[in-house]
């Protein structure tokens, strides 16, 4: 027994650190990919498929044996049909260039209007559902409602959402210190706890899922508030919680990423930015 264990060669440290990688990267895909409908379904085809071929294997059917290994080739095409949403969200977090000046300017002022009509809207029950781009633009979902490049107003903003006016039945996109967009169709949240919620707090969380917009909602049946961000959705803030919440996450011009990667443009960067780079990040994430 002695003699098999010393005959067991040890990773070296290249070795573990290849380990490592893989381990964080599949945790990662993991992690984005956990809750959604298709790891249901993806589960259930794999369980599918290996029971098919151990019952093919051990009752010697061997063309049909033959034709599920073949099918092996084909399951990297079938990932891609089953998670294209999960998978061009992760995309966009990693395209992501905040070093590149996109015209974003502070946008804390924005918290005040948003207020003023977030809370005319919920007194009165008036749905709405109201997206602040950030980083990663938004053209394709702007597309779909009717332009607009209008300076922002709290008057115009709960307008917006009053009904029977030709714009109400839909989001609104604010980039910048502008309404960009109205009437706009958000793409919904295909994740199995999310199928619960009303559609309009579904189409909030899907767009934070593809992009790092921040949306406030109002129920039209309750008037409770929401904001969603990340792919998550806090639920029934009063004003004083939703404005601390605003504030704090539109309080920034730029994260502490962006500006460090200009100074590796600039050539000024040394360890300091690193460390000042890290903490901001993590303080943004707070």
Not at 13 to 20: A, G, R, Y
Not at 126 to 141: F, S, Y
Not at 172 to 200: H, M, N, W, Y
Not at 254 to 277: N, P
Request: aromatic share 6%; glycine share 8%; charged share 25%.
């Amino acid at each position: 027994m002695l003699q098999w264990i010393s005959n067991i060669e040890l990773p070296n440290w290249k070795e573990w650190i290849q380990v490592l990688i893989l381990t964080a990267m599949i945790y990662y895909v993991l992690r984005q990919f956990k809750g959604t409908r298709g790891s249901a379904i993806l589960s259930g085809l794999i369980f599918l498929y290996v029971v098919l071929y151990a019952v093919t294997s051990l009752s010697h059917l061997d063309v049909l044996n033959w034709l599920l290994a073949k099918l092996m080739f084909y399951i990297p095409v079938v990932v891609i049909v089953i998670f294209q949403p999960e998978i061009r969200r992760v995309l966009a977090q990693l395209g992501r260039r905040p070093w590149r000046n996109n015209g974003m300017t502070a946008q804390k002022s924005l918290v005040e209007p948003i207020m003023e009509a977030v809370q005319l809207l919920s007194k009165r029950k008036i749905g709405a559902l109201i997206a602040i781009e950030r980083e990663i633009g938004t053209r394709t979902i702007q597309d779909s409602g009717t332009r607009m490049n209008s300076f922002m107003s709290a008057e115009l903003l709960a307008t917006l959402f009053f009904p029977h006016t030709p714009l109400h039945d839909g989001g609104v996109i604010i980039s910048g210190d502008r309404i960009c967009a109205a009437g706009c169709l958000f793409p919904l949240s295909q994740k199995e706890e999310q199928s619960k919620l009303g559609t309009r707090h579904r189409a909030a969380i899907g767009i934070t899922e593809e992009t790092d917009a921040i949306v406030v909602v109002v129920s039209e049946e309750t008037g409770a508030i929401s904001i969603a961000y990340n792919g998550k959705i806090r639920r029934g803030l009063d004003a004083d919680r939703l404005r601390r919440t605003l504030g704090s996450m539109l309080r920034r011009e730029r994260t502490g990423l962006s500006r460090f990667r200009e100074k590796i443009e600039a050539g000024e960067a040394d360890l300091s930015d690193t460390v000042l780079m890290n903490m901001d990040e993590k303080e943004n994430e707070g």
